[in-house]
């Protein structure tokens, strides 16, 4: 069975941080990162060049393939802050609902800056999220 393309790598977190040209985009992350290190109880890692996981996570899909992932994480991509929060979004439509302004995939969310969506619900969106893997 084939592996995941993107693969946690020895990066420093710090330095990727960093490197962030938009100062604003940096802070977000920056702060996005301590948030969720505090609610995964976990230190980053880098995974492939861009993403920023939390945690480790072993899945299996009803198909029989099965990975490893991370418990949440980020990227600073160019158009939006994306945040994985996995275990699938639609399972969480109060959180959605009062969350603020962003664009949302199956287990992503699309955000274009943190001031634009509510921290506290944001908080308890990843709480719920990453609870929910870990008694998976």
């Known amino acids: 069975m084939a592996e995941n393309k993107t693969q946690p790598t020895a990066k420093s977190v710090p330095e990727f941080l960093e490197q962030i040209e938009?100062?604003?985009?940096?802070?977000?992350?920056?702060a996005v990162a301590?948030?969720?290190?505090?609610?995964s109880g976990?230190?980053?890692k880098m995974w492939g060049d861009s993403i920023v996981g939390f945690g480790d996570y072993?899945?299996?899909?009803?198909?029989?393939?099965?990975?490893?992932w991370f418990l949440t994480g980020f990227s600073p991509r160019k158009q939006?802050?994306?945040?994985?929060?996995?275990?699938?979004l639609e399972y969480y439509p109060d959180h959605l609902e009062k969350l603020g302004?962003?664009?949302h995939g199956k287990g992503c969310l699309y955000i274009k800056k943190l001031e634009d969506i509510d921290m506290g619900v944001l908080?308890?969106?990843i709480t719920t999220s990453v609870e929910h893997l870990k008694e998976t």
């Open 101 to 103: 302004k962003f664009k």
């Open 58 to 68: 072993r899945y299996k899909y009803a198909s029989g393939r099965e990975g490893d």
């Open 42 to 44: 976990s230190k980053p």
């Open 22 to 30: 938009d100062p604003k985009r940096r802070d977000d992350c920056i």
């Open 123 to 125: 908080e308890s969106l």
């Open 80 to 88: 939006n802050l994306t945040l994985y929060i996995m275990g699938y």
């Open 34 to 39: 301590g948030l969720m290190e505090k609610l």
